[in-house]
């Protein structure tokens, strides 16, 4: 529903400052090594999706924020909704929320920071 990408605006924008967290936007799937996942995720997107992901140099990873991501969201019995996990899109870390806020996708940014890092004993 994309309710999600404009909060993740907000946490580009200058207030949050997502690049203090190391996020930095590149246009090429062959620069980055994190995947941002937000909202529902079609099938058409899926294979995409799954293109990009394939196309990133390793280490590669994957933040999924939003309900939309996590679980389909509002249109979650869809026969067009699927799931990253369900196109061989493996999640290393979930963010929840509808909407998520900004606040929100530091925190999901810097525990994946940490679990790449090795401490893995990290609360939520």
């Keep these: 529903t994309s309710c999600c990408g404009a909060e993740f605006g907000a946490f580009s924008a ?3 400052d997502g690049e ?8 090429s799937s062959r620069q980055s090594n994190i995947l941002v996942i937000e909202g529902t995720m079609t099938r058409k997107m899926a294979r995409a999706a799954r ?4 196309q990133m140099p390793e280490p590669k990873y994957v933040m999924a924020i939003g309900a939309c ?6 249109f979650w019995n869809s026969y067009n909704t699927v799931l990253p996990s369900e196109v061989g899109i493996p999640v290393d870390i979930y963010v929840p929320g509808c909407p998520i806020r ?4 530091a925190r999901g940014l810097l525990t994946l920071q940490k679990r790449i890092m090795g401490h893995d004993s990290i609360k939520m």
Excluded: D, K, T
């Excluded at 293109?51 to 394939?54: F, L, P, Q, S």
């Excluded at 991501?69 to 509002?74: C, P």
């Design 20 to 27: 203090r967290y190391g996020m930095l936007p590149f246009s």
């Design 14 to 16: 200058a207030r949050f």
């Design 69 to 74: 991501s996590l679980e389909g969201g509002i």
């Design 102 to 105: 900004p606040e929100a996708i």
């Design 51 to 54: 293109i990009v992901y394939e």
